[in-house]
């Protein structure tokens, strides 16, 4: 039986059962031993050996022409696991630049090493696992919150100390270019409200009241909110996709190296910049969603000069104040959620993407959450 793997600029790797019949059981390795080749034949190596399981394995490797680290890991593994099934091995014909490579892996640190298993195995394992990891993504959530509170006293203190110049940058980027997105979901959505208020309302004869169901859903809740889900969806995970590619690349290790801490430098610039830019767009959402739904009250005949007289006397400042209130808030969850996953990025290819969509789900559950604080404690104040 011969196994073999294709190289296109070198031999190829081949594994060779001498006699399958035969006890010791005798293979030979051949040909070019990198990556490519060696996984090739890493499974049929592992199978056969797992298969046959014999006393008494001896592989010839006189035609191994390159052998990597790779390469030494199946001989290595195939070593193992003869020993492990209770056989001798056996090595002829190694070359010696390759043999010097081989005798620096001790088999008896690797004979002991567990099988891998489905991680995790059972319900108990998987809850304590997300248990524990709730628990680490709230203490890093805590530590990152005491940390952000202490830059932003000290930005407070001194503001000489700001980067302003990145903070107008960010502001830009976050703020005016997310204008149209929000004049567009914010006139849609005061315009099916309603809509969809218009129809119950026409049978008691009360269209007009329309306006008041408007101007208090826009004023206290859609506007902040719908403002907070668009920037959570498109600034926070930008801030995540950010800070995490500089954490891929080591960017952030190289600052800390040179003095400078990561959330002064890094997160307290885009805090500020969120915390300017969130109730301006939230001002700007409730006037475009005011006017959606001064189109339906158009569309029923009634005067814009009605509709605005009745907005009037439905709403009032503090109405208008609480929602711009909760947008404050709103926009520093926003930033701290996308910087924060942004610095526990964690390697590999993958791991800016993950950060990015931890960033926005977590952000929109804060705000939710965040939301229904406030209507709870207004609702205690009276306001």
Known sequence: MTCSANHATATPATLTVDDSRAEPLSLTISGRLDLVGTTELWQTACELIEHRRPRQLRLRAANIDYCDGTGIGLLVEMERLTVRYGGSFELEGLRDEFAKLREQFVLSDLAELPSSRPRPCCLPEATGMAVVK?????????AFTGELSIALLAALRCP???RWRDVWLIAEKAGADALPIVALLSFLVGL????????????????????NLIGLATLRELGPLMTAIILAGRSASAFAAEIGTMKVNEEIDALTT????PVPFLVVTRVLAALFVTPLLTLFADLLGLAGGSVVLLSLNYPLVTYIHQVQSAVGMGDCLGGLAKSLVFGIIIAAIGCLHGLRTGRGASAVGDAATRAVVSGIVLIVIGDGIFSVLYYYLGI
């Open 192 to 211: 099916i409200m309603a809509f969809q208020a218009a129809i119950p309302m026409r049978q008691f004869g009360t269209e007009i009241y329309v306006a």
């Open 258 to 261: 040179m003095g400078l801490a």
């Open 134 to 142: 709730t628990w680490q993504a709230l203490r890093a959530l805590i």
């Open 160 to 162: 000489r100390s700001v």
